[in-house]
């Protein structure tokens, strides 16, 4: 039974004179998927991305957090080292994260309220949840 290209079967594949031949890795390059919406990933990724909520402290809380502020007030003379959580919140959507970090207290300002850590991070008062003095 004879096919209608049965003659093409039997041929060398052709190559061409003029031009050199594609490397293969090239070649597949062709038939890559490519990212049809621009950004989804990125939009997805955001989405996806968790944050908390601020827990807001009682009174007591309130109170005892602003005792441990006035005994490292006390002390800043000695850059003394704390442990503490606190939230900072999202940039880009609602809800933030909770740090716990360890390190030296550099000072403390007033307007806004916070504290300054050696290696120049910011917190605000408003954002510590728990607050720690390391005794040396």
Known sequence: MSHKYDDLI??????SSKR???PTH????QFAPFAALTGYQEV???TSRLTTEKVELGDDMKEELNQKLQQLSDILDQQPAVILTYFQPDGRKE???????????RAIRLNPDRLIMLDGTEILFSCIRTLNILKP
Do not use: N
């Not at 090239?26 to 390059?29: E, F, L, T």
């Not at 809800?95 to 207290?105: F, K, L, P, Q, S």
């Open 20 to 22: 050199p031949r594609m």
């Open 10 to 15: 039997s041929q060398p594949h052709h190559t």
């Open 26 to 29: 090239d070649r597949a390059a």
């Open 44 to 46: 997805i990724g955001e």
């Open 95 to 105: 809800g933030g994260t909770y740090w716990t970090v360890t390190g030296a207290v």
